[in-house]
Each structure stands twice: as structure tokens, then as C-alpha cells.
């Protein structure tokens, strides 16, 4: 699971909220559930190769917004977050994508046909990749 969490030092996306956002998606998408143990700054940072300090930041975010818990001597965990926050998270993030998609084809003059087109491809594309998971 913690293989699917990717970074990429070329993005003018900061690395700490990649993995922040990365974590996020993880939890969101039911790979990760309430409970699960995540891996400590140091086994991130090695796992991405990236400095402690970026993972250590991105995982005291999750922890303000409540989506971690730290157990004093046991580690770092899922919270337990109620299903109508999950599905509240969920929205949010696919209007944001969905707005920002929106507004890339409209600058583009794309109709609203070409546009659904090419995320059904997308799809397509995408389950054929993970083996028809949707």
C-alpha cells in the first residue's frame, strides 16, 4: 500500500504536501482504515527518499487536521474519523479537481462532450492499469 505513495521532486508541489496529500487519498480511498498503522517519519523518508523533516511536517498536518494520531511509544496511526467526514473529504477533493479540470477545458474552448470524453478515457485507462478497481 505505502508503494502506491509517490513524490516527485520535479513538481512545483511541495514534497510535504504531496505526501500529505498522498496519505490523504490513502485514507480516502479505503486503503488505509481507522486504526492502521503508519510508518514512522523515518521509514517514510527512507521508503521516498526524502528528509525526515518533509515527512514530519506533512504527517503534523494530518495530525492538526485530525486524519492521524500519535500514540505516545506506539507510533503514528489512522484516527477514527466518521464516515459523513470521509465523504465529506471526498467531495470536497473531487469538486476542487473537477472545477480546476473544468476550467482547463473551457480555457481551452472544449465542449462539455469533449471534456466528459476524455475523463471516461481516463478512466478507462486508469482501471485497465489497476485491473478494473473502481
Known amino acids: 500500500m505505502w508503494t502506491r505513495l509517490r513524490v516527485e521532486p520535479s513538481s512545483a508541489v511541495p514534497i510535504w504536501r504531496q505526501i500529505e496529500e498522498g496519505v490523504r487519498m490513502l485514507l480516502l480511498g479505503g486503503s488505509l ?3 492502521a498503522a503508519v510508518p514512522s517519519v ?22 492538526d487536521q485530525g486524519l492521524l494520531a500519535v500514540r505516545r511509544g506506539e507510533g503514528t496511526y489512522v484516527s477514527e474519523i466518521p464516515s459523513e467526514t470521509v465523504a465529506e473529504y471526498r467531495r470536497e477533493i473531487l469538486a476542487s479537481s473537477a472545477r480546476e479540470f473544468a476550467a482547463t477545458a473551457r480555457a481551452m474552448s472544449s465542449s462539455l462532450a469533449d471534456a466528459t470524453q476524455a475523463v471516461a478515457r481516463q478512466w478507462a485507462e486508469l482501471d485497465a492499469e489497476e485491473g478494473g478497481v473502481q
Open 42 to 63: 523515518r521509514e517514510m523518508a527512507r521508503e521516498l527518499r526524502v528528509n525526515p523533516l518533509t515527512v514530519l511536517k506533512a504527517y503534523q498536518r494530518l495530525i
Open 33 to 35: 482504515s481507522s486504526g
